[in-house]
């Protein structure tokens, strides 16, 4: 995958960005300037994807609106698949949205993405030696079960991979259990039994315990970004 061409050339100029942002920031922060690097390349490219994500938001919000006349259609032709289709298609284009239009902006968003982790856990040859550097005293090539390096690591691994715990929990709270809770309201008058698929948030905690700090780095300025930047927007577009 990371050989793949796009995304062989996407890593080759985030890497070479990331050593400009920790040249820049050596002088400001010696020891930490590769880590703070990390977490600004993030930061900048979770801002170049803020207009996918505004898209995401209003698709999310389109489906909510047309949720309770797509329960009605459901219920009138559940007895007839062709007509149940054409209807719902019909309800779809007359809100201006489709099914797929909140999964668009997150496939246009995965190869930057995989881009990006790719230069954190030091795949695809990238040439710069970001793995060797440090960050509080770490490799950010060390992982969490590092073996001989677990006293070394672990205070640092702790904070980092309790502060994602505590955003995927957020994200949970805050996020997936309002979104279903609003859409069964919506579409069958009665609040939902929550479902394991909220509990998906707490994958970025596993992922956390095997890949290097500087990947950790990322997920933890990656998700904490998602969290508010979904916040904001639910906030701040039309219903």
Same mark, same amino acid.
């Given at each position: 995958?990371?050989?793949?061409?796009?995304?062989?050339?996407?890593?080759?100029?985030?890497?070479?960005?990331?050593?400009?942002? %920790?040249?820049? @920031?050596?002088?400001?922060?010696?020891?930490?300037?590769?880590?703070? %690097?990390?977490?600004?390349?993030?930061?900048?490219?979770?801002?170049?994807? &803020?207009? $996918?994500?505004?898209?995401?938001?209003?698709?999310? =919000?389109?489906?909510?609106?047309?949720? #309770?006349?797509?329960?009605?259609?459901?219920?009138?032709?559940?007895?007839?698949?062709?007509?149940? +289709?054409?209807?719902?298609? =019909?309800? *779809?284009?007359?809100?201006?949205?489709?099914?797929?239009?909140?999964?668009?902006?997150?496939?246009?968003?995965?190869?930057?993405?995989?881009? @990006?982790?790719? +230069?954190?856990?030091?795949?695809?040859?990238?040439?710069?030696?970001? /793995?060797?550097?440090?960050?509080?005293?770490?490799?950010?090539?060390?992982?969490? $079960?590092?073996?001989?390096?677990?006293?070394? +690591?672990? #205070?640092?691994?702790?904070?980092? &991979?309790?502060?994602?715990? @505590?955003?995927?929990?957020?994200?949970?709270?805050?996020?997936?259990?309002?979104?279903?809770?609003?859409? %069964?309201?919506?579409?069958?008058?009665?609040?939902?039994?929550?479902?394991?698929?909220?509990?998906?948030?707490?994958?970025?905690? +596993?992922?956390?315990?095997?890949? #290097? /700090?500087?990947? &950790?780095? *990322?997920?933890?300025?990656?998700?904490?970004?998602? @969290?508010?930047?979904?916040? &904001? /927007?639910?906030?701040? $577009?039309?219903?």
């Amino acid at each position: 995958m990371y050989s793949f061409g796009p995304i062989a050339a996407a890593m080759s100029l985030l890497s070479t960005i990331l050593s400009g942002l %920790a040249a820049w @920031l050596t002088p400001l922060t010696a020891g930490l300037s590769f880590g703070l %690097a990390v977490v600004l390349l993030t930061v900048v490219v979770r801002l170049v994807l &803020v207009p $996918l994500g505004v898209a995401q938001v209003r698709a999310e =919000k389109a489906r909510a609106r047309i949720a #309770p006349r797509l329960a009605a259609i459901t219920a009138e032709h559940r007895n007839d698949p062709q007509r149940l +289709v054409a209807e719902q298609r =019909k309800a *779809y284009e007359e809100a201006g949205t489709s099914p797929l239009a909140g999964c668009m902006p997150a496939l246009l968003q995965m190869p930057v993405v995989i881009a @990006l982790y790719g +230069v954190f856990i030091g795949a695809g040859g990238v040439d710069e030696p970001l /793995l060797t550097h440090t960050f509080a005293g770490v490799e950010l090539g060390a992982t969490m $079960l590092g073996g001989a390096e677990g006293l070394l +690591v672990a #205070p640092v691994f702790a904070v980092l &991979v309790g502060l994602i715990a @505590l955003v995927a929990w957020a994200n949970r709270r805050y996020l997936m259990l309002p979104m279903m809770r609003a859409n %069964a309201a919506a579409a069958e008058g009665r609040p939902p039994v929550p479902g394991v698929l909220t509990y998906l948030q707490f994958v970025t905690v +596993v992922v956390a315990v095997f890949v #290097p /700090l500087a990947a &950790v780095l *990322y997920l933890l300025t990656s998700t904490s970004w998602a @969290l508010g930047e979904r916040l &904001v /927007l639910r906030r701040i $577009l039309p219903d």
